[in-house]
């Protein structure tokens, strides 16, 4: 069984920094992409950012020069570095694994339950 396990959401001030974290769990052979999304209230889920196994990178225009994805490929974990917050990034923030599992050939693509993160003053 493999979870996703998302943190580090919560209240920030507008200009604010928050970090988000998500651990893939369970028996992992390799994840080849993991990114985040994030829905906000009456919109559509959009895409936020995400990063491959070889560590390219790729941002929605709404977040570039000021959120950073990273990985650690040895805690199967990604996190989401997020500053100069504005009260539009206030949104519920989902994490998204695509991985390989030992003992298929199958690939995977699981999402985690998600992280309130509110910008408000």
């Known amino acids: 069984q493999v979870q996703l396990v998302e943190s580090g959401g919560g209240l920030v001030q507008p200009g604010g920094s928050l970090r988000l974290s998500c651990q893939v769990a369970g028996n992992i052979r390799s994840i080849l992409t993991m990114g985040w999304y994030r829905q906000a209230p009456g919109k559509q889920r959009e895409l936020v950012a995400f990063?491959?196994?070889?560590?390219?990178?790729n941002y929605a225009e709404s977040v570039k020069g000021r959120f950073t994805i990273s990985r650690d490929n040895a805690k199967n974990t990604v996190y989401l570095q997020m500053t100069n917050l504005k009260p539009e990034d206030t949104a519920v923030y989902y994490c998204?694994?695509?991985?390989?599992?030992?003992?298929?050939?199958?690939?995977?693509?699981?999402g985690g339950q998600g992280t309130q993160v509110t910008v408000s003053s």
């Open positions: 998204n694994a695509h991985f390989l599992l030992y003992g298929t050939p199958n690939e995977y693509d699981y």
């Open positions: 990063v491959t196994g070889g560590d390219s990178t």
